[in-house]
């Protein structure tokens, strides 16, 4: 099975300002048809996890444009350009090149 | 709105079954893959099921494989989760969601099953 790491476990931001979370695989994520399906996932407090980026870079609907994703084979990156109050939460990558098993990181928790 | 609604948790004893259902809307609920994942109180995500478009493939989490059963009815844009010789460490939210292009995006509210005597 694919694992999937991600660091820092927790990370302090202030408001206003950069913050980046790292997610690394175990084996390279590049699938044989050329995609790279790497997911990123925002859970604020007391609701359900929400995609925000697929296939490494790909914002979904409505996400606002502060949040980017970048990286590549196995190691990947969510960026969050200028930090606001709504983005506290946990944040967490997800893999889904290597069938069966999807796996999860284990989460980044973003507090202020 | 694509909108997967769970249902069916509870307070269970261990060794006790549970059904979890979800229903969902705003999509062609055949055409896509489904899944469970769940969340242990303070815990991560864990993919433990899903379910192909006709109800083939299959697959389960070694942690629920043998105790816990995936269907699904097209028909009633139904998925459904059976639950058999359930333990504590299963205490978990239980969130239905879409498989999409390798993908999970739209997910439920989730329902919580608590497992305790």
């Not at chain 1, 109050?85 to 990558?93: K, N």
């Not at chain 2, 261990?14 to 896509?32: A, E, I, K, Q, Y």
Request: net charge neutral.
């Amino acid at each position: 099975d694919v694992v999937m790491t991600q660091s820092p476990l927790s990370l302090p931001v202030t408001l206003g300002q950069p913050a980046s979370i790292s997610c690394r695989s175990s084996q390279s994520l590049v699938h044989s048809n050329g995609n790279t399906y790497l997911s990123w996932f925002q859970q604020r407090p007391g609701q359900s996890p929400r995609r925000l980026i697929y296939k490494v870079s790909n914002r979904d609907s409505g996400v606002p444009d502060r949040f980017s994703g970048s990286g590549s084979d196995t190691d990947f990156t969510l960026n969050i350009s200028r930090v606001e109050a709504e983005d506290v939460g946990v944040y967490y990558c997800m893999q889904g090149t290597h069938w069966p098993g999807l796996s999860f990181g284990g989460g980044t928790k973003v507090e202020i | 709105q694509v909108q997967p609604v769970d249902s069916g948790g509870g307070l269970v004893k261990p060794g006790g079954s549970l059904r979890l259902s979800c229903v969902v809307s705003g999509f062609t609920f055949s055409d896509h893959y489904m899944s469970w994942i769940r969340q242990a109180p303070g815990k991560g995500l864990e993919l433990i099921s899903y379910i192909g478009k006709i109800s083939s493939p299959t697959y389960y989490a070694d942690s629920v494989r043998g105790r816990f059963t995936i269907s699904r009815d097209n028909a009633k844009n139904s998925l459904y989760l059976q639950m058999n010789s359930l333990r504590a460490e299963d205490t978990a939210v239980y969130y239905c969601a879409r498989v999409i292009d390798s993908s999970i995006d739209h997910w439920g509210q989730g329902t919580l099953v608590t497992v305790s005597s």
